[in-house]
């Protein structure tokens, strides 16, 4: 019998049996002790524990029971972020949580059959969070509903929380290489090739967008504050508190969904042959991955055993690609290529890519601030003309494969994790960049960055490095004429005005041609 994952906006009803369950075994799992591999608290500090920050949040008792020592080693501060390990480790951690919950289900008398909802905030109407998470009661008007975290703020921290569906986006799903090649290039659809990487710096395009975003959305900061200059972070914010909350699983479980669509296409999307991926850091001597599952007993696992869920006893009730899955073919029509040659050349495997090559930089050391900021990036003539004439040579010659170009914030440090900006190219000064859809070269968040700022062991705090693929902007520029020019101008726009206590800063821009 395979376990069906379920869309959990169509289940039928705002408290439909899965989510019913749902929040049964999350109150099996908060009623544990800490000390206790099958708690809430425990399984939240796999993913990710900062004491401190628990404790002013109101989930940690200094006083009471942690975890063993060995259990700490073996488990907590465990989640893969900035790596290509991101997607399996957390695929592990949404299997373990799972079946600890389903064992809990079943000791309660509830189905055997029992999986995990996942929240697709990109169906017709489905931003919103599930109801089920958003009202304190029970369907039955009692107030102990444990799907329900006050920690949660939303975009705009107002307490509204959903998914800004214009702010969030599928490119991932159009690249055909899994492994970015970290030099400026795509970061690939599921990361770059390190070690054991608990806060690693380059994230991988489905891990920027939508997971990233979606993790600073929904958690979004308080903005009740004793110190509105720091605020406290939701829960979601921020990976050392993201696992005390009970969405976090359902927008995992798309993510982890999304992975299987990507699959789905083996012509050109294949998961890492190499043995570093396959057999994961534990081969190289570093901690394994492990999850503790019910009655006691660890699992330990390798991304290789978890690549193909059809030997992990799982389904998803709807793998269909989403409607703007972006096509290669439809951008080779936009440069000019006859229909019939796009399509012809769209559903063929893509080439590796080569090597990137720096198109221009600017914005060292910028400070991130107040409603906005910009910089201007200076371009290399001479790699720019490379680009013109490989996107003129789209249109004419058989060549399928036009030049990628991508925008790296680098090194951007920072303390407060919910903060998200959008990207917008060439917007004259003074405009309203809401006015210039088409000169927005995508949303990111600092997901991760609070970690990854802060110097510790294995980390210099270089903070996160955020690659944003703008190849539609520059094919824009190009089409109009406009790309012939010395600089382009950059201009961030947060969410919400970034404070100065908030330390957020770049330490340079630059942008990247990338051929095939
Ligand atoms: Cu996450």
Known sequence: MAFTRRNVWALGGDWADPILWYARGVKAMKSRPFNDPTSWQFYAAIHGIDPNLWQQLGYFDPNGPTPSDADVKTYIDQCQHGSWYFLPWHRGYLLGLEAVIRDAVVKLGGPADWALPYWNYFGPN?????????????????????????????????????????????????????????????????????????????????????????????????????????????????????????????????????????????????????????????????????????????????????????????????LSPPSQMPRVANRLRRLGVTAARADASGSTAMAAPSSAELLGAGGQNMRVSGAQASASVALNAAVRQKVTASLTAAATSPQPNPDRIFLNLENVRGLHDATAFSVYINVPDGEDPEKYPDHLAGSVSLFGVRKATMANQAHAGNGITLVLEITQVIDTLHLAGKLDAAQLHVRLVPMRPVPEAAQVSIGRISIYRQGA
């Open 126 to 318: 489905q931003a919103a969070l599930p109801p089920a998470f958003n009202s304190p009661n029970w369907p039955d008007g009692n107030g102990d509903n444990p799907l329900f975290v006050p920690q949660r703020y939303g975009p705009n921290s107002d307490g509204n929380v959903f998914v800004p569906v214009n702010r969030i986006s599928l490119a991932a799903m159009g690249d055909t290489e899994y492994t970015g090649s970290g030099d400026g290039g795509s970061a690939g659809f599921g990361g770059l090739d390190t070690g054991f990487s608990h806060n690693g710096d380059t994230h991988g395009d489905l891990e920027s967008q939508p997971h990233d975003v979606v993790h600073s959305y929904v958690g979004g900061e308080d903005p009740q504050s004793p110190d509105p200059q720091n605020p406290l972070p939701g829960l979601m914010s921020d990976p050392d508190t993201a696992g005390l909350d009970p969405i976090f699983y359902l927008h995992h479980g798309n993510i982890d969904r999304l992975w299987e669509v990507w699959r789905g296409n083996p012509t050109s999307n294949q998961d890492p042959s190499d043995a570093n991926w396959l057999n994961g850091p534990a081969a190289v001597g570093d901690r394994a991955f492990a999850m503790p599952m019910p009655g006691g007993v660890q699992w330990t696992y390798t991304p290789g055993q978890l690549s193909n869920i059809s030997q992990l006893n799982y389904v998803y009730d709807d």
